[in-house]
């Protein structure tokens, strides 16, 4: 079946602006998460959904940045008045969180370029 | 916190050599441990797996043993192909937590 994917696959903004990543997780399953992939700070888990639990934001750097997921599905970051320090790639994964332990199955991500 | 620490990279070995990279953890639990490969322009992608101790993962001629004794998930490959060259990427989650990652090694093969 289809994987997970991510929408826009690049993103270029200016400094300032805010930006909307997309996340189409794998049909059925109920854990969503969303991760940074830069090049000084390597893959950081940034926020997880499950199901109709509150979400787990620790990993949230900062409050310009948010994430909901609607009907259980589809999931969109938004990050707000962006830095320079926020270009990275942005990975989204999805797993059936139905067993003690699943994988994570990735999106191709959204490389995110703020100049 | 949990941890996972990688030998560093990148690592150039030619055609047919015999691969390692080095995994430790760090774990306030039961983990389970996982490979993840990303080839060029590509995104992540899950080479092998092991939930619970001694268990080994294998796939494409990779394999990675859980060893608990040494907190270790080294992976190995016998005779490396120019097709292997990547990122490779050791992880641990506890049940379903978000994965934690090491740094990453980049694998070069060259004919």
């Known amino acids: 079946g289809a994987g997970v994917s991510q929408s826009p696959s690049n993103k270029v903004t200016e400094k300032g602006k805010d930006v909307e990543l997309r996340c189409d997780p794998i049909?059925?399953?109920?854990?969503l998460y969303w991760y940074r992939q830069s090049l000084g700070q390597g893959l950081e888990f940034l926020i997880y959904f499950q199901g109709n639990s509150a979400p787990d934001k620790s990993g949230l750097p900062s409050d310009r940045f948010s994430a909901e997921r609607t009907g259980g599905s589809v999931s969109t970051l938004t990050i707000q008045r962006t830095q320079q320090e926020d270009s990275a790639v942005y990975l989204c994964?999805?797993?059936?969180?139905?067993?003690?332990?699943?994988?994570?199955?990735f999106g191709p991500g959204t490389r995110l370029t703020v100049l | 916190g949990d941890s996972v620490t990688q030998m560093e990279g990148p690592v150039t070995l030619s055609e047919e050599a015999f691969l390692t990279i080095n995994c430790t953890y760090t774990?306030?639990?039961?983990?389970?441990l996982f490979w993840y490969v990303q080839y060029p322009g590509e995104g992540l992608q899950l080479l092998l797996k092991?939930?619970?101790?001694?268990d080994k993962g294998s796939n494409k001629g990779f394999e990675a043993t859980y060893r608990k004794e040494t907190t270790s998930f080294h992976l190995e490959k016998g005779s490396v192909q120019v097709s292997d060259s990547a990122v490779y990427f050791c992880?641990?989650?506890?049940?379903?937590?978000?994965?934690?990652f090491g740094k990453g090694t980049r694998l070069s093969v060259i004919a």
């Open positions: 994964a999805s797993s059936l969180k139905y067993r003690v332990v699943d994988t994570q199955y």
């Open positions: 774990a306030t639990g039961y983990p389970s």
């Open positions: 092991a939930t619970k101790a001694d």
């Open positions: 049909s059925g399953h109920t854990a």
């Open positions: 992880a641990l989650t506890i049940g379903n937590t978000p994965l934690v």
